[in-house]
Structure formats: structure tokens, C-alpha cells
């Protein structure tokens, strides 16, 4: 069964302070890892798709990376607008027969303090 | 704003009571997917539809149904509801050929 751990649950950065969150996972076959970010309330925001070992992405104050076995989300100079729960989800490859369900992680709270 | 629109915002109703959500999906998007948010259990895979048939099935309840009609619309059926049920319901769907889904703004269920 795929399983997606991230971490920190929670991360407190003041503005303008660099950090990375974690997406560990463990899935047979990855047909894709998928960044989301989530305001309160709201439907999970589209970010990013990284399908292979090596792969950056890279979208204003963010960049996410992908290896064999975890996935990092890169934030430089954060901006108190980028408070947000980030939710990170795999896609398996299971020869046609998962169509698509995603798995999702716990998420990480990100709270930027001006 | 993801082009998936989701109907009621909010929904308030009490134990036992049936309640029906709607979801409509980017225009031309044949796959949907119903997923359910709750504090403790995070986002979960329900079930999704491709043109009108189920295709997949995640920890959907037995009081659970869906539906997707032949304008692509999807209905989230919960019966017999109970105070556990109370969460965020989302619907999103997935333009073939590619990977990946675009979320609605959610129902928010209240069982009281």
C-alpha cells in the first residue's frame, strides 16, 4: 500500500527565511508525485507534477525536487502570503488499475511571520 | 479558481438524514474523483468516475454512493449519516491524458 510521510507537521518561518519541506514515499511504481498547497477551507491548490529521479520544478518562491525515495519542497525568501498547509500525493503505477486515486501525505502547516 | 465547481458550501443536518453533493468538473474533463477531509484522517480517496462508469474505489463507505451523469456532472450520495461523517468533502477531476487533478472548493458537511 503507498504510504506518503512529510515533514515538519508544522513550520514557523519569519519572512524572508529559506527552508525546505520533506515528502518521504513508498509506492510499488510512481506514476507521479504531486505538490498541493491548501489555504483554510479551501480545495487543495494545484503546484506541481515531478515524475522521475532528478526532476526540479520551479514556480515564483518555489521548488520542489524529486528522488528515488522523497521529494523536497524548496521555499526561498518566504512571504507571509505563503502561510498555507502544503499537501504532497503520489500516483501509482499499477498498470492502468489505480486510474489515477492519489495518496496523499498529512501535509505541512507553514506559517511565514513578517 | 480550478474550474470545478462544487455545490452546497456548507451543508448542516442531523444524525440519520441523507444528503446529496454536486460536483461539476472543468469543461471537458471526463474523470472526476470524490476525496474526504477530516482532521484526523486527512485527505482520503473515495471513488472516481470516467465517463459515466465507476472506475476506482477507495475507503468508501458502504452508506456512500456516487454517480456520474451523461453532462459529466458527479453526485455524492451519504445516507444514515453519523457525527463521524462530518468533513470536508472534495470532488476533483482530470483532463485525460494527463496526471493531474484539479480541485473544487469543497463541501463542508456538519452532522449534528
Known amino acids: 500500500e503507498d504510504q506518503v510521510t512529510q515533514s515538519p507537521e508544522a513550520l514557523r518561518l519569519q519572512e524572508g527565511e529559506s527552508s525546505s519541506l520533506n515528502c518521504s514515499y513508498t509506492?510499488?511504481?510512481?506514476?507521479?508525485l504531486f505538490w498541493y498547497r491548501q489555504d483554510p477551507g479551501k480545495g487543495p491548490e494545484f503546484l506541481f507534477t515531478?515524475?522521475?529521479a532528478g526532476e526540479e520544478k520551479e514556480k515564483e518562491r518555489l521548488k520542489a525536487t524529486l528522488t528515488k525515495k522523497e521529494s523536497f519542497l524548496h521555499i526561498t525568501a518566504p512571504k507571509p502570503e505563503d502561510s498555507a498547509t502544503y499537501l504532497c500525493?503520489?500516483?501509482?503505477?499499477?498498470?492502468?488499475?489505480?486510474?489515477?486515486?492519489?495518496?496523499f501525505g498529512q501535509g505541512t502547516i507553514l506559517t511565514v511571520h513578517p | 479558481d480550478s474550474g470545478v465547481t462544487q455545490t452546497p458550501k456548507h451543508l448542516i443536518t442531523a444524525t440519520g438524514q441523507r444528503v446529496t453533493l454536486r460536483c461539476s468538473p472543468r469543461?471537458?474533463?471526463?474523470?472526476v474523483y470524490w476525496y474526504q477531509q477530516s482532521l484526523d484522517q486527512g485527505l482520503q480517496f473515495l471513488i472516481q468516475?470516467?465517463?459515466?462508469?465507476?472506475?476506482a474505489k477507495g475507503n468508501i463507505l458502504e452508506r456512500f454512493s456516487a454517480q456520474q451523469f451523461p453532462d459529466l456532472h458527479s453526485e455524492l450520495n451519504l445516507s444514515s449519516l453519523e457525527l463521524g461523517d462530518s468533513a470536508l468533502y472534495f470532488c476533483?477531476?482530470?483532463?485525460?491524458?494527463?496526471?493531474?487533478?484539479?480541485f473544487g472548493p469543497g463541501t463542508r458537511l456538519t452532522v449534528l
Open positions: 515531478l515524475y522521475s
Open positions: 476533483a477531476s482530470r483532463p485525460t491524458p494527463t496526471d493531474t487533478q484539479y
Open positions: 468516475y470516467y465517463n459515466g462508469e465507476e472506475r
Open positions: 500525493a503520489v500516483r501509482e503505477d499499477a498498470g492502468g488499475t489505480s486510474y489515477g486515486k492519489l495518496t
Open positions: 469543461s471537458g474533463d471526463l474523470s
Open positions: 509506492v510499488s511504481g510512481l506514476r507521479g
